[in-house]
């Protein structure tokens, strides 16, 4: 059982839009940072967004993250094949003083 | 450019220890922590802990305190996380990762990964 929550799975069609949702509580999300990493099967993950809405140098801006309250959301635009992955949310806990990650998202691009 | 390089793939039996490193170039390895971060076949990414190379300071998760012991030797910029006693359900990808200073930032680079299998 994962700190934060994600929905197991989403999917949408090749150029479509896809939100992926990260819930977590006082102690994580509504008070640290958020980030987001992408994983391809086989493949080690990948830095996609951090401080809620930054992307590092390299990440399209296809690619956009968003904060309110207990909750963060990715935002995946213009969808390709090649976003199929599992995406992860990921912040520091300040009740057990340990970094945590959600149970992550498997987008499949139909 | 930045790298964390790891060691490689590992079989082990239940009982026995082992070590697994993460060699980091391309930056100053004593200022950026090093975290671990583990994944069971077929699950997710679980925050295990992080080391600071240039004073050792640690920390664990709670799920992870006292299951392994992360370290690092900033003369040969290398992060290590050993098990004394390997059960099978430590069978698992590990990755080790790095992050700048400040609990709250992400981990911007990995290693790509060191399979441990622990099986009689």
């Known amino acids: 059982q994962s700190v934060l929550t994600q929905p197991p799975s989403v999917s949408a069609a090749p150029g479509q839009k896809v939100t992926i949702s990260c819930s977590g509580s006082s102690s994580n999300i509504a008070n640290n940072y958020v980030s987001w990493y992408q994983q391809v099967p086989g493949t080690a993950p990948r830095l996609l967004i951090y401080?809620?809405?930054k992307r590092p140098s390299g990440i399209p801006d296809r690619f956009s993250g968003s904060k309110s309250g207990t909750s963060a959301t990715l935002g995946i635009t213009g969808l390709q094949t090649g976003d199929e992955a599992d995406y992860y949310c990921g912040t520091w806990d300040s009740s057990v003083h340990a970094g945590v990650f959600g149970g992550g998202t498997k987008l499949t691009v139909l | 450019e930045v790298q964390l390089v790891q060691s490689g793939a590992e079989v082990r039996k239940p009982g026995e220890s082992l070590k697994i490193s993460c060699k980091g170039s391309?930056?100053?390895?004593?200022?950026?922590?090093v975290g671990w971060v583990r994944q069971m076949p077929g699950k997710g990414l679980e925050w295990m802990g992080i080391v600071y190379p240039g004073d050792s300071d640690t920390r664990y998760s709670p799920s992870f305190q006292g299951q392994v012991t992360i370290s690092a030797d900033m003369s040969i910029g290398t992060a290590f996380l050993e098990w004394d006693s390997l059960k099978p359900s430590d069978t698992a990808i590990y990755y080790c990762a790095r992050r700048a200073v400040g609990a709250t930032n992400p981990f911007d680079y990995w290693g790509q990964g060191t399979l441990v299998t622990v099986s009689s």
């Open positions: 391309g930056y100053n390895f004593f200022t950026y922590w």
């Open positions: 401080d809620n809405n």
